[in-house]
């Protein structure tokens, strides 16, 4: 046991600086979403893959150190120092900073550990596998539905009236109204570039599932 733990925590480390690996180099070579937002091609996976092969238990520990890894960037690019400013100076506050630090970073990431929640079901590894990726990454996608919809809704209207959306973003703010409107702005925004991501990660995980050097524990 001592022995698994002690490549649970190797693994993890090597996949967590793959990871961060992966992101800034996907950030260096996939531009921004016009709005903000940016797809990281697969970064994610190798903290799926951890929590796939050691249980959810470990998975969620890997996905909760991520969010730490992921603040730190938040702060050294200016992420989370912006949203700590007060509301006059296009910041969020300290109350709603805070929610924003719990949904965006340490709920959002954390959940991504959850990869192996259909290993005990799902017999073959590369579909088990993917289904994870899949539903952990849609949960991540979810916070960050919430964090948009209860702190950034304010901003909806502007969103669907900027060029790109053309009638029918119009026609999303002449329809909807306050909450709808809001819910419906954080589904879209978040989806440019977490609807990409889920299905790249899930197609990528397929492949990675296959090869058994990878996806074989050790004992």
């Known amino acids: 046991m001592k022995k698994k733990n002690l490549y649970w925590l190797v693994e993890s480390a090597v996949m967590l600086a793959l990871a961060i690996v992966l992101e800034v180099v996907s ?5 921004k979403m016009p709005f903000g937002g940016q797809i990281t091609i697969v970064s994610m996976l190798p903290i799926v893959l951890v929590g796939w092969k050691y249980g959810i238990g470990k998975g969620l520990i ?3 150190v991520y969010s730490l890894v992921e603040m730190v960037i938040g702060v050294a690019d200016g992420t989370i120092t912006a949203a700590f400013l007060p509301p006059e ?9 805070i929610l924003m630090l719990f949904l965006d970073y340490i709920l959002a990431y954390t959940v991504i550990g959850l990869g192996a929640m259909y290993k005990k079901f799902i017999k073959n590894d590369s579909l088990s596998l993917s289904a994870g990726a899949f539903t952990a990454l849609s ?7 919430l964090s948009g919809y209860i702190l950034y809704g304010a901003w909806a209207e502007w969103f669907f009236t ?3 959306f053309y009638s029918w973003g119009q026609t ?8 709808a409107l809001s819910l419906i702005y954080s ?3 978040n989806g440019f570039y977490m609807v990409p991501e889920i299905i ?3 197609i990528v995980a397929v492949i990675v599932g296959k090869i058994p050097q990878i996806t074989k524990t050790k004992e």
């Open 27 to 31: 950030k260096s070579v996939v531009p």
């Open 62 to 64: 890997t996905g909760f």
């Open 89 to 97: 100076q296009d910041g969020l506050g300290i109350d709603k900073a």
């Open 139 to 145: 949960f991540r996608y979810i916070s960050h539905i």
């Open 162 to 164: 900027q060029e790109g």
């Open 172 to 179: 999303i703010v002449n329809t909807y109204t306050g909450n």
């Open 187 to 189: 589904i879209i925004y």
């Open 200 to 202: 790249i990660t899930t």
